[in-house]
């Protein structure tokens, strides 16, 4: 089997959006390296800073993607930012699978939630723990957006008692997995890729509530409404959904947003306020969660 790499070198704003889009694309793995030998110092411990000068490599399949459609695909989630040249080669078969996981250590969020590796004790057994193996699917609270997400899930803890909601773009199925253990009662787990659909099947059973979170394709979602969205994807696929997430939702509901630029706000307003009224955003490291509540 042969591989395709691509190669992107951006600021670092612009990186980790590059690196969200190659993973929605179907990327086994996402690499960051500095592409302009500067330092990065020892951050605090729940900041990931990326060189001003960022190299994205992505990892494909090489029978499931062909450059020209790969490039074409990654500038139209980045809108309306601008693509820079990327670069392919062909790569021999290698052990490629897992590496990413070598790092992803416990973290913390909220008072009590705890995201940890399945692979090691939690450090507060008497916590909210969710044990997590992201395999190739993203999600594992490192990233701003996740977190950003797992923040607000935390502080709503007592409003999510009894609650359905759908987690749209479910990646590892971590927001799934943190609402029911914050209290939901059901959740529809909700992604186009296989990978993620079953990273979230299996990271359920491995936390013991895989009945309590229906996973299905975005086509075999039911029609129903809930009481709460989840959606951290990117930019251009949420404008597309704000009327799908407004259907299924319930008078006032709230639908929570991520994967999304400072420079996206408007663009993401424009497509949201016919049908929703933004009552909450929140900013980190130039990523923007949003809150809005249908009408």
Known sequence: MSWLQI?????????EHISDSLFMLGALSVTLQDAADQPVYEPPLTETPLWEQTRVIGLFSAEDVEPTTLQTQLQTLLAPLTLPPC???????QAWTRVCMRDFQPMHFGERLWVCPSWQPPPDPQAINIFLDPGLAFGTGTHTTTALCLEWLAQQQDNLQGKTFIDYGCGSGILALAAIKLGATQVWAVDH????????????????????????????????????IMANILATPLCQLAETFANHLMPNAPVILSGILQAQLTMIKASFTPYFSVTETATREGWLRIVAHKL
């Open 7 to 15: 190669a992107v070198e951006a600021d670092s704003q612009t990186a």
């Open 193 to 228: 890729d296989s990978q993620a659909l079953i990273a979230t099947q299996e990271n359920a059973k491995k936390n013991g509530i895989e009945q309590y979170i229906h996973i299905v394709a975005p086509e075999q979602l039911p029609t129903i409404e809930v009481d709460g």
């Open 87 to 93: 670069h392919f080669h062909w790569l021999a078969d």
